[in-house]
Nanobody
């Protein structure tokens, strides 16, 4: 069972930036798509961004497109989420996710095989 450990969350003012990082314990993670989801209080977990195993294909939710950038470093087994122009509505617990099938893509909950424990991001107005 792969372990995903997130880091980089915190408190930031609106308009600021944060960079989240996720480290995977298994070297086999290089064959899997990775993604980020978030869950705000009282809301369902939602898709934020995903990147395929090679790093060539990325997808974003409409709410973060143009502000967030997902990237991966397969040599280090890490995936990052650079978040710029943060808004109060970006406040949530952010979860790192690994795809369920090798060489597949992360799109929604059913396509996720492993989750991280989550890291809190709070954006103040």
């Amino acid at each position: 069972q792969v372990q995903l450990v997130e880091s980089g969350g915190g408190l930031v003012q609106a308009g600021g930036s944060l960079r989240l990082s996720c480290a995977a314990s298994s070297r086999t993670s290089v064959r899997y798509a990775m993604g980020w989801f978030r869950q705000a209080p009282g809301k369902e977990r939602e898709f934020v961004a995903a990147i395929d195993w090679s790093g060539d294909t990325t997808n974003y939710s409409d709410s973060v497109k143009g502000r967030f950038t997902i990237s991966r470093d397969n040599a280090k087994n890490t995936v990052a989420l650079q978040m710029n122009s943060l808004k109060p509505e970006d406040t949530a617990v952010y979860y790192c996710a690994r795809g369920r099938a090798s060489f597949g893509m992360v799109r929604d909950g059913p396509t996720v095989g492993s989750w991280g424990q989550g890291t809190q991001v709070t954006v103040s107005s």
